[in-house]
């Protein structure tokens, strides 16, 4: 007489646009593999939209004002549209048969509704980058309120998150992102630094590049000071940039996973400056964890969540002040070898806490709390 062997749950990872966006990889996508050797949990993956269309469609891609043109675009946009509502219909049917449904970063108030609605599944939210905040909101996020308070779980990447979410929200949990480090791994013995000059590195987007004004005055002092100093950026255009006059610096302006580990692994140090608001707190330390992932020592702005991550000093570095900026770079700068000893010391923080084994049990964690009825964690 066999055994028997209890049915694996389920849970349906909804995605807005493919795997285009950071959170349906670093959140969801990523963990593909894990999930199929799993023993007690199976996922499976659907989009909401098409990603043809979205970028075929993108703000800032509008055709020139010819008549025939803005008819066509038109007619795309009512297509798109009945694209979107077939898809949430295909998505509702399929959910009804998982034991969760994971919506990452999906800004449809109606389709989390049904979703709500159905009775099997338990509705799982992500909140991650602010999406409180006034952009967000007028991106597409107005309801993000509502959509909180009648979700079955709320997932956040950090505190700051979660203490938002808990005021909406009776089951929320914190679940850290995974910085990817296996692939820095598997990449760390082919790619290799220039002797001959000191990196500094920032990897980000168009959206935060802005965030190098808060450091320009120290950097140009540095480049004054150090003839050996190149500013690597990884994700935004010149045009995006500060009017920089000594810093020497090069771009590259699109990247993929590929590329960033590749640039991530030829900078000495790594850059995260903030600003003093809401959407600077928000923010996890994904992009310290990813410096300190390639091998390159993270000096961050001493603020929210690196004051987790970091001790100053040992894995990184935390400045706040104009004047502390330019110390502790300065000092990187000089020291080699305790700019190695940091570096080193960052990446085994990363193989300690935040692997990607890690973090998804972690989040598998959350999935069974959560449908044996566990309230926040």
Request: glycine fraction near 6%; aromatic fraction near 8%.
């Amino acid at each position: 007489m066999s055994g028997h062997h209890p049915r694996r749950r389920r849970v349906l990872i909804v995605l807005d646009c493919g795997i285009e966006s950071p959170s349906a990889m670093v959140r969801g996508v990523q963990y593909d593999e894990l999930f199929k050797r799993h023993a007690e949990w199976h996922a499976d993956y659907v989009s909401r939209r098409s990603l043809f269309m979205s970028r075929l469609l993108r703000p800032g891609h509008r055709p020139s004002v010819d008549f025939a043109v803005l008819t066509l675009r038109r007619s795309l946009e009512r297509l798109n549209e009945r694209m979107i509502r077939s898809g949430e219909d295909r998505i509702v049917e399929q959910a009804a048969a998982y034991d969760i449904v994971y919506e990452l970063k999906v800004p449809s108030m109606p389709l989390h509704e049904r979703l709500c609605a159905l009775r099997g599944p338990r509705v799982v939210m992500d909140l991650s980058d602010g999406l409180w905040l006034p952009f967000h909101r007028r991106a597409g996020w107005e309801p993000l309120d509502e959509m909180l308070k009648s979700a079955g779980g709320v997932i956040c990447e950090n505190e700051y998150g979660a203490k938002y979410a808990r005021q909406r929200n009776a089951h929320v949990f914190v679940v850290p992102d995974p910085p990817q480090v296996e692939e820095f791994d598997a990449a760390r013995g082919r790619i290799s630094r220039d002797p001959a000059r000191v990196v500094l590195g920032w990897i980000g987007s168009p959206a935060t590049v802005s965030a190098l004004y808060k450091i320009w005055e120290p950097l140009e002092a540095l480049f004054a000071r150090h003839a050996a100093l190149h500013l690597r950026i990884v994700g935004a255009s010149p045009s995006d940039l500060p009017r920089f006059e000594r810093v020497r610096w090069s771009c590259r302006p699109v990247y993929d996973q590929q590329a960033m580990v590749e640039e991530v692994l030829a900078m000495d140090i790594g850059l995260f400056p903030l600003f003093q608001n809401d959407e600077s707190l928000a923010r996890g330390t994904l992009k310290a964890m990813v410096y300190m992932s390639g091998g390159a020592a993270a000096v961050c702005q001493d603020l929210g969540e690196n004051q987790r991550l970091i001790a100053d000093g040992v894995n990184g570095a935390l400045a706040e002040t104009d004047q502390e900026w330019f110390d502790k770079l300065d000092r990187l700068i000089t020291c080699p070898e305790e700019r190695r000893t940091i570096a080193q010391n960052g990446l085994a923080t990363i193989h300690e806490r935040f692997t990607r084994q890690k973090c998804f049990e972690q989040l598998v964690g959350v999935f069974d709390r959560l449908c044996d009825g566990a309230d926040t964690a």
